[in-house]
């Protein structure tokens, strides 16, 4: 045993709300030697559910995971609770999905690259060649150029979903892909894919959502990140921000005000993701921030 | 003539663009021996139309009013320009209607109370009577109740009308006024009258904007000021704002942080329109912000 | 017993980090038939300081408050932990003071007669007549007015502290309170008085924070929301927000400005108290916004 | 002569106030043919400057710049009037300073490589070695490793002012560049050199910024961009903005979230610079936003 090394997990739990929950979580975890340093929960008035997320620490050497796994499969039991544990050592294998517009992709792997973002990039699709982003240094990380017609698009996406297999990825991100995902595509993705729409959704549904906007005359423009399920642009939201703008832009300056709104909303709502911070319920995302 | 006391002038124009109009203007306004403090510009380029806002004074005694019409009139004719001149001394008579929730109102009152809103109030109108608001001061302002029914709808808004000739209003405030008017009332009123609409449109259009936002677990919540125009929340929009909001927030969570959006957000309308920092072109608003 | 009638209580507590505290406090609320609806809890690093606020509902006839304070003792001695417990259903009783501004005062009042902001006010005081605020309607409250000149401070400080103590006040809200408090009166107010700063502290301290922030040509403006302790403006911060300036806006701008900024923090800051929302540590407050 | 290929010009001027100069600039402009397509305008109440921005085209082969140059300096003598004149086909060449941290280098070469920013990096100069900034792609912009240590800052300041001349470098950009600059490069550099200051200021002036604002418990953190002057830290202010914090973000935390603050403020602070929408008047900077 190593005196003062200590590993660091993240459990969040979801149950049927009824006393003694926290309880017993917390009272089972002391009672393994684990120390609480954050703990954030919600109960979900209409679903009657209970939503937690715990971070605690245990000393090296003292409580094996596998006598963790054991408790919170007993508290599963007790409560009825599903769970997930995760260590903030294991970074989750993360593939992005870009076209043309670099800007989402440029920002994440920046945030990777410093050490922000806790991510382990596996791997860039594009539908667009690799010499389109020529100036950038994608060290390690393979990349996949699949281009897309109406033709190609279902061999395509089954490549996709091969590559996830293969470089066994846990989260898509759809750094501003601009291929509309099939129904099946975006049911097998479901949870583990976040996209990145360039409207502050429920406004501006659909293509060119500058263009709407300009259209409309609204006075803030914003981006949305989502998880993707089969209902386009209907996912469960995770991160939303604006920025003003006024009669005297044009579209190209709502596009490049845009681009600053999404590199950001993008990259918070996959930090969210990676810590453990989003659970989704029904249609809406709970997103516990710090 | 009274020594350094001065009339501030605003006017805005409109015409189609073409060079020379700038220097049109200003050299008439410099001939009158007006001194030019503010002006704003905006070609559009899809209607290529030119819009612009003047600010100026003119030292009493010097140039009368008519003398500036008359040089507008000619500027009108030779650039074939529609206008509208004001003085900052005229405050507009604005008739505010209102429901039961009077945040807006209780807001307004105070900025022109405390002389912020250049206002002059002819009237508060609401379908709730007079003791809904007993701890408000109206002061000398006329309070009027016109309960509606669906019955009674066409002869109310009849009334409407009625006072607005007799208090000769220039502008109607909807400060939550929670009736949907006809499309003949909205279409009267076209142009002359501001809501506020509790989303950020067009995002929640229609009734209970907040449960609807609280159901698709939206991040941000806003509120929007518009022309009303006869397409119920689709009118040229004035002002737009938001504030962060959190699954942890309840639908009356909502509403709290609703009201203060909304009522700044109305404020600032009311304010660019009586400052004349407002035209409407097409759906849209051009706004002139200082 | 009636069926289903609860009591929401909350409690915060702060004692020395160790494992087991949430564990501690969970169980014995679990034991004594308490719901745990909310939980917030930090543990802070500089200090190893852990801190926590809880709110949970007990059926009315199960267990009586002074059980509930039995079983805090307990964890207070075992946990060498300061508590401090309440309901929702009383309203702590709030002292306004005010200047010649009455901004704050008109905003507290209105979050009031709402039923917004869940205080009971018990009395305003001001160095102006009550004819100054001539339009507004204080209902029962009582108003005092203390005139102030150098010479006379000592007296009105103590005749303020003697308000408090007859009117059972256990919040001092400073809504725009010109006056310069004794270091004195500060230190008797310490942690229970909350004043409004028309500065984004730490920049522009002192007077005129409005003509300074023009001066210095910033670019946003800002109000800040904090206890009062004997070094001004040095308080525990609870709350800021700012708003964008610019170069065109002159001091009279920035003050109208202000007065949204302040109103807004000040009356965030004073709901965070009272659902307290906040603890001091150091010269810093946590804050668990929800 | 091309049909419809046209130059854009930018003009800035500045000059005592007095009625006329509107009329005289746009009369001027009118008769050799420009089109204004912009223009911004500033009467400074203190000091009586007027200050003003215009954006017009001329029709290429119609009115040459020689011409357009003798008419501002005749302007310029009628109004006593400073100006300067350019167009938007002429990139700014731009020298960039950088320490350890690139997050603003890497956003400034990234809006530059897509087209955003209309500048033209002459050099990039650092106090760190190349092998630093390994993933990074140059291109061709000259790179100089610069280390400097208390003995070699004059001999390093002179190079750094000799590869400005070597560069024909017209702007200066300190993208978290670490060494405070001598008083007499300061100077040198007054007006033509733009610094990124992580903080909001006022407040937190000089060293560690972020862990100023953890020590104060502030709940806004910001960022600002102003022009180095002798001055440190009190150069003419051209844009700042402000992001949330808790007390529950570590000194780590602000250092994160003041990255995304100081690469967006910094980008907009340099399109301000060369889109020639600033003009710096005393201690403050005229911002002409869009």
Redesign the interface.
């Known amino acids: 045993m190593t005196e003062g090394v200590k590993t660091i997990y993240i459990v969040t739990i979801k149950c049927p709300n009824?006393?003694?929950i926290?309880?017993?979580i917390?009272?089972g975890?002391?009672e393994l030697?684990?120390?609480?340093?954050?703990?954030?929960?919600?109960?979900e008035?209409e679903s009657r559910q209970f939503f937690m997320r715990v971070v605690f620490e245990i000393q090296d050497g003292t409580t094996d995971r596998s006598v963790l796994e054991q408790e919170f499969m007993r508290l599963a039991h007790e409560f009825d609770m599903s769970w997930s544990l995760t260590t903030t050592a294991r970074r989750p294998r993360v593939l992005i999905l870009v076209s043309r517009f670099d800007?989402c992709l440029?920002d994440l792997l920046?945030r990777w690259?410093?050490g922000?973002l806790a991510i382990d990039p596996v791997g860039i699709i594009s539908n667009h060649p690799r010499d389109v982003y020529k100036?950038?240094?994608f060290?390690s990380i393979p990349f996949h150029y699949l281009p897309i017609t109406p033709d190609t698009k279902p061999a395509q996406e089954a490549r996709i979903l091969q590559i996830m297999d293969d470089s066994r990825a846990e989260l898509v991100v759809l750094a501003r892909y601009m291929q509309i995902l099939s129904n099946d595509m975006s049911h097998r993705l479901s949870g583990r894919c976040i996209n990145i729409h360039h409207s502050?959704?429920?406004?501006?549904k659909g293509a060119r959502p500058y263009h709407q906007a300009f259209?409309?005359?609204?006075?803030?423009i914003?981006a949305t990140a989502h998880y993707v399920t089969s209902d386009l642009d209907e996912g469960?939201?995770?991160?939303?921000?604006?920025e003003?703008i006024?009669?005297?832009?044009?579209p190209d300056?709502l596009v490049?005000k845009g681009?600053?709104i999404e590199r950001?909303v993008l990259a918070r709502a996959v930090r969210y993701h990676i810590e453990r911070r989003t659970i989704i319920t029904g249609?809406?995302?709970?997103?516990f921030?710090?």
């Open positions: 009824r006393p003694g926290v309880a017993g917390s009272h975890l002391a030697g684990a120390n609480i340093t954050e703990a954030q929960q919600f109960d008035t800007h440029v920046y690259r410093i922000e100036n950038l240094d060290g502050f959704l429920p406004g501006f259209a409309r005359g609204v006075k803030l914003g469960p939201i995770i991160e939303q921000d604006v003003r006024s009669h005297a832009d044009t300056d490049r681009r600053d950001r249609h809406k995302t709970i997103v921030t710090s």
